[in-house]
């Protein structure tokens, strides 16, 4: 079974220029799920899509940051303009749903590391 | 606010060596806890999940922990090796939000 794909790997940008991510969950999977990862930090939840719609994007910085799920299955999340401080990994999971009181075991995907300069 | 802190940030052991890494967590209202390991320039790798309702899980070299009145874990790692060189992260799910919710992690580095 293919994992849950992210493209690209590495991005390099100057500040105030836009980003883009993309994810391609575990097929099947319902619920995507966005993460920003900064250096020395655990992950932090920016965004949760079940199939197309939004369940949670409490913590996305929605003056600069973007999602979506189109289909419900491929996401794009996007940043403009970007900061300094967005350098950061930013990880995909997909998981197969969510239910209220039960988890639903999340795969990560690889992770695309930005770099603003 | 549920807050998970894991001690020690950083750890460096020669191979061979019996290690344990802790996690602790604020609401012990988890679901579960699960450990994980981050490779430099990889993504997660799920290591033990471990239910609320139990107390320990095993695989292979790697056994952890849960006492959740506590607010505590520990991932026990036997006859460490230079392959178990990563970071491991845990994280709680429950509580207050029905995220899953990440400490900061250890950086293990296992010496040959």
């Known amino acids: 079974e293919a994992g849950v794909a992210q493209s690209p790997r590495y991005k390099i940008i100057e500040k105030r220029q836009s980003v883009a991510f993309w994810c391609n969950p575990i097929?099947?999977?319902?619920?995507l799920y966005w993460y920003q990862q900064i250096l020395g930090q655990g992950p932090k939840l920016l965004i949760q899509?079940?199939?197309?719609?939004?369940?949670?994007d409490s913590q996305l910085p929605k003056d600069r940051f973007s999602a979506e799920r189109l289909k419900g299955v491929d996401s794009t999340l996007k940043i403009q303009p970007a900061k300094l401080e967005d350098s950061a990994v930013y990880l995909c999971?997909?998981?197969?749903?969510?239910?209220?009181?039960?988890?639903?075991?999340?795969?990560f995907g690889p992770g695309t590391r930005l770099t603003v300069l | 606010k549920q807050e998970v802190t894991q001690i020690p940030a950083a750890l460096s052991v020669p191979e061979g060596e019996n290690l344990v890494l802790n996690c602790s967590f604020t609401d012990s209202a988890i679901y579960n806890l699960q450990w994980f390991r981050q490779d430099p320039g990889k993504g997660l790798t799920s290591l033990l999940l471990i239910q609320s309702s139990q107390r320990e899980q095993t695989s292979g070299r790697l056994n952890a922990s849960l006492d959740k009145s506590s607010g505590r874990s520990t991932l026990y790692i036997a006859a460490s090796q230079p392959g178990d060189s990563a970071t491991y992260l845990c994280a709680v799910y429950g509580g207050a939000t029905n995220k899953l919710i990440f400490g900061t992690g250890t950086l293990l580095a296992v010496q040959p």
């Open positions: 097929s099947g999977h319902a619920t």
């Open positions: 899509f079940q199939n197309n719609g939004v369940v949670d």
């Open positions: 999971a997909s998981s197969l749903g969510v239910g209220q009181g039960r988890y639903n075991e999340q795969f």
